[in-house]
Nanobody, 117 residues
């Protein structure tokens, strides 16, 4: 499975961005999908996850109420809608697929999100 994220960029605090991640290969509709981020000097952080059906999503408190994960299985795409962005949301964002044995099996290259104050 190959993943390609896009949609990052520079935005002012309070603004919005929508990230997309397109998957190729594998059976996308069966995969749990997730978004993570990593800021300079910090550990990678989970920001959103959704099961294959899209009916259950989870978020950490740091983004709950501001970020929304969704998926279009027909397009092999998962999205991350990010609203009310804060400077502390600045990071490289990664999508991941295929939760198994306590970890995601597949990762894509990241997309940079920079939020200016």
């Amino acid at each position: 499975v190959q993943l390609q994220a896009s949609g990052g960029g520079l935005v002012q605090a309070g603004g919005s961005l929508r990230l997309s991640c397109v998957a190729s290969g594998g059976t996308f509709s069966s995969y749990t999908m997730g978004w993570f981020r990593q800021a300079p000097g910090k550990e990678r952080e989970f920001v959103a996850g959704t099961r294959w059906s899209g009916g259950t999503s989870v978020y950490p408190d740091s983004v709950k109420g501001r970020f929304t994960i969704s998926r279009e299985n027909a397009k092999n795409t998962v999205y991350l809608q990010m609203n009310s962005l804060k400077p502390e949301d600045t990071a490289v964002y990664y999508c991941a697929a295929g939760w198994r044995n306590g970890a995601y099996a597949f990762w894509g290259p990241g997309t940079q999100v920079t939020v200016s104050s």
